[in-house]
């Protein structure tokens, strides 16, 4: 059977599924102060993340137009599937599913099945690989949205950044109860928790942080052997390489993905910041 799968930009895709007609990727806005971007493929890092750094005010970001995702909908592929960050963090799962409603409204009925990933940028990228895995099988619909909500459920996430403000400013951190100043340097290890954002642990430096959190990982995800690493970092290849021979010198898995990150994964991250799912 013929699939598509559509994501929302916080989810970074491997450089083969970008030139692949089957995916597609629906942009969130990105806007600091007066500059508004669309995070598409001409999203520039380094400039919007030298906006963010001489912009006093915070940066936002806006979900996608339910439109916008009917449209993405709009296919032969007989099944499509939807992956969205966290509804904790983000619009784009509820405009999905309006997008949804208004396709069959327009078209009429598909097998269309919206996942909202309880996580973001490589925890997306996890679903879309699982998703490619389980059509590839040959399996049934109705079989592979079980499957790929069981495997949803099971992936973790981990991150640490050099800098919580946008999390903060922006309200993603409600579930934190409190979390030390940056500039004692101590490094909080976070971690998605159903799709909200809680805290694991802290460690002064970077450094250090990036142990504790390689040790997390490794309490935490059990067997991971038939788990596959994705790394994403937000413009610190040498940190995420960190990370990659922190966690496989300790466990095996069954590959490994490091990349780096798109524009909505790259205004929370901040500069520095690296993101970890299993």
């Known amino acids: 059977m013929s699939f598509k799968i559509v994501a929302d930009s916080c989810c970074e895709l491997p450089e083969e599924y970008l030139q692949d007609p089957r995916f597609e990727i629906v942009p969130l806005g990105l806007e600091v102060g007066d500059y508004q971007i669309q995070d598409d493929e001409n999203f520039n890092q380094a400039e919007f993340l030298k906006k963010v750094a001489e912009c006093p005010k915070c940066p936002k970001s806006a979900c996608p137009s339910p439109e916008r995702f009917r449209e993405a909908y709009h296919t032969e592929a007989e099944h499509v599937y939807v992956i969205t960050l966290s509804s904790h963090l983000s619009g784009s799962y ?3 599913v309006l997008g949804m409603n208004l396709y069959r409204e327009k078209y009429g009925k598909k097998q269309i099945h919206i996942i909202d ?3 973001a940028s ?3 990228t996890q679903i ?3 998703l490619v895995e389980l059509e590839e099988q040959g399996l049934s619909f109705e079989e592979i949205v079980k499957q790929i ?4 459920s099971n992936v973790h996430t981990y991150f640490v950044l050099d800098n919580l403000d946008t999390l903060r400013k922006n309200g993603r951190l409600t579930g934190v109860k409190a979390l030390v100043a ?7 290890i976070m971690a998605g928790d159903k799709g909200s ?8 430096g970077m450094k250090k942080a990036l142990r504790r959190m390689a040790e997390i990982v490794l309490e935490e995800a059990g067997d991971t052997k038939e788990r596959f690493l994705m790394i994403t970092h937000c413009n610190a290849p040498d940190r995420a390489e960190t990370m990659k021979k922190l966690l496989m010198e300790k466990a095996e898995f069954k590959g490994c993905l490091i990349m780096d990150t798109r524009g909505v994964s790259s205004m ?6 690296v993101i970890v799912t299993v």
């Not at 954002?197 to 002064?204: C, E, F, N």
């Not at 929370?268 to 910041?273: C, E, V």
């Open 94 to 96: 509820n405009s999905a």
């Open 117 to 119: 990933s309880e996580s």
């Open 122 to 124: 490589c925890g997306e």
């Open 128 to 130: 879309v690989k699982k």
């Open 149 to 152: 909500e069981e495997f949803r």
């Open 182 to 188: 940056s500039t004692l340097s101590i490094k909080p």
């Open 197 to 204: 954002i809680v805290q694991r642990g802290q460690s002064v």
């Open 268 to 273: 929370y991250a901040n500069d520095g910041g």
